[in-house]
């Protein structure tokens, strides 16, 4: 084994009392990339996926995070396009879950065109004062991270395959990857927003560091976890007025199938949000 000599051991020890007071669990990198769609052309696919990923994503209980996305046709970049926001990110269990994936998909993308997907990632930090500032000024921020790529749906181009897409790492650009360098946590502070229940806030370090995208990849077991939660809510009675015919009849065992899918999710490290 080999042990720093006496010359690395002082250096590193002013490093270590500054770790006392930026703790290392409540600092690091949080990167959320937009894994789907990519800069690509895809055939018309009844259910368009939106995938994104988070990793680190435990460093980020204290950001109030959520992460919307909003598509506009480049043809007329009218009131025509389609949204979503995924808020539940903020409740989420990120145990045991890195890279955390995020999806949805959606059935109003099946015509052909060309469209900007605009995504942003949101999140609340506070000055490392905060405490003392609280009463004078803004003592907690909203930013967000902003990102845009472009995708075409089109006959004849490639089939929807999330396996396939995210094991090319040359279809990314800066433009699919957000990066959060969280340095810190401030302490109690009363009269905190109600945003922050818990009245502790992240310090967040600016400039964005720089990240490398196209680096999470589907594999099939978690693209078949996400197939089964869409199929699963297909299917739910209480959610769905026409379920598919193939959709088992039995509600006994309908409701096992999704006890299976919640199972299979969890134990794949998944959770999904859908339409
Ligand atoms: C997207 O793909 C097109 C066609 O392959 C290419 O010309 C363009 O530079 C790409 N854009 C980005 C942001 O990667
Ligand atoms: C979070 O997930 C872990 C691992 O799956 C589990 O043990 C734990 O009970 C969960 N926590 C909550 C609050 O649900
Ligand atoms: C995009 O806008 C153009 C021009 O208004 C329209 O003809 C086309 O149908 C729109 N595409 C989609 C997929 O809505
Ligand atoms: C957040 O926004 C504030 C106010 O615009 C700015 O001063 C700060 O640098 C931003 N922080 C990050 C991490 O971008
Ligand atoms: C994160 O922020 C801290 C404090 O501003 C800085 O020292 C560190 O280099 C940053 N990390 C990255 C990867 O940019």
Request: charged share 20%; hydrophobic share 40%.
């Amino acid at each position: 084994m080999h042990l720093p000599s006496r010359t690395a051991w002082s250096l590193l020890l002013p490093l270590i009392s500054l770790g006392a007071v930026a703790n290392a669990a409540d600092s690091g990198i949080i990167e959320v990339d937009l894994l789907f769609p990519r800069n690509e052309t895809y055939a018309p696919t009844e259910w368009m996926p939106f995938v994104f990923s988070i990793r680190n994503g435990e460093l980020s209980k204290h950001l109030n995070p959520f992460l919307d996305y909003r598509g506009w046709n480049t043809s007329d970049l009218g009131d025509g396009g389609f949204d979503h926001t995924f808020d539940n990110i903020k409740w989420a269990n990120w145990s045991g879950q890195d890279p955390y994936f995020v999806y949805h998909f959606r059935n109003d993308l099946q015509t052909e065109g060309t469209w900007w997907l605009d995504w942003e990632y949101f999140f609340l930090s506070c000055k490392e004062d905060y405490t003392k500032q609280w009463g004078s000024g803004k003592p907690v921020f909203l930013n967000s991270t902003s990102r845009r790529i472009t995708f075409t749906i089109k006959e004849g181009g490639q089939a929807v395959d999330l396996v396939a897409a995210t094991a090319n790492d040359k279809t990314c650009s800066d433009q699919n990857i957000a990066a959060i360098n969280i340095t810190g946590k401030t302490g109690y502070a009363p009269g905190a927003p109600r945003e922050l229940p818990d009245e502790i806030c992240a310090v967040v370090g600016s400039p964005e560091p720089a990240a490398t995208p196209c680096q999470v990849k589907v594999d099939s077991a978690v693209a078949a976890s996400m197939t089964a939660s869409l199929r699963a809510k297909l299917c739910d009675p209480l959610r769905t007025l026409n379920p598919p015919a193939d959709c088992p009849e039995d509600s006994a065992a309908q409701r096992l199938a999704v006890a299976g899918v919640v199972c299979l999710a969890a134990a794949a490290g998944v959770i999904g949000f859908l339409a």
